[in-house]
């Protein structure tokens, strides 16, 4: 079952930016550089658990965070008929935990005196990377 979810609280953010740019003028006329970091910092991150990543991780670990999901019929099957009273495993948005990245983004250009060539690099170094699930969940990156 897909759909929406009334329990689902907003996702937040913390951001930080921060950079220098540097640009030549007499030295290395044509020169620019710059340097920026960022850092982003979300908690209550919305996502969603595949069917199988639920069922599994309550049968694994019993934990309600997941076992609240696996809903059974009157019988006890999970895949007989349709409507509200049959079973089903939920996938709707979910609060699946947080989420953490920072790093320096660096820019160089240098435009020769001829103007008709120029070079530009562009490289993004990521410093921290991670996700923080629900106990039990592995991350896939």
Request: proline share 4%.
């Amino acid at each position: 079952m897909t759909g929406g979810n009334p329990n689902l609280k907003p996702q937040t953010a913390d951001t930080v930016t921060g950079g220098l740019v540097f640009v030549s003028t007499a030295r290395v006329p044509g020169l620019l550089v710059s340097v920026d970091y960022w850092r982003i910092k979300v908690e209550h991150y919305i996502g969603s658990l595949a069917a199988v990543d639920s069922l599994n991780n309550c049968l694994n670990t019993g934990d309600p965070e997941y076992c609240d999901l696996v809903r059974r019929d009157a019988n006890g099957s999970l895949s007989v008929g349709n409507g509200p009273t049959s079973g089903r495993v939920i996938a709707t948005g979910l609060n699946t935990g947080s989420f953490e990245m920072s790093g320096v983004d660096i820019e160089g250009r240098y435009v020769l005196d001829t103007s008709a060539l120029s070079l530009h690099m562009l490289a993004s170094i990521y410093d921290t990377f991670g996700r923080y699930l629900f106990v039990g969940l592995t991350a896939k990156y």
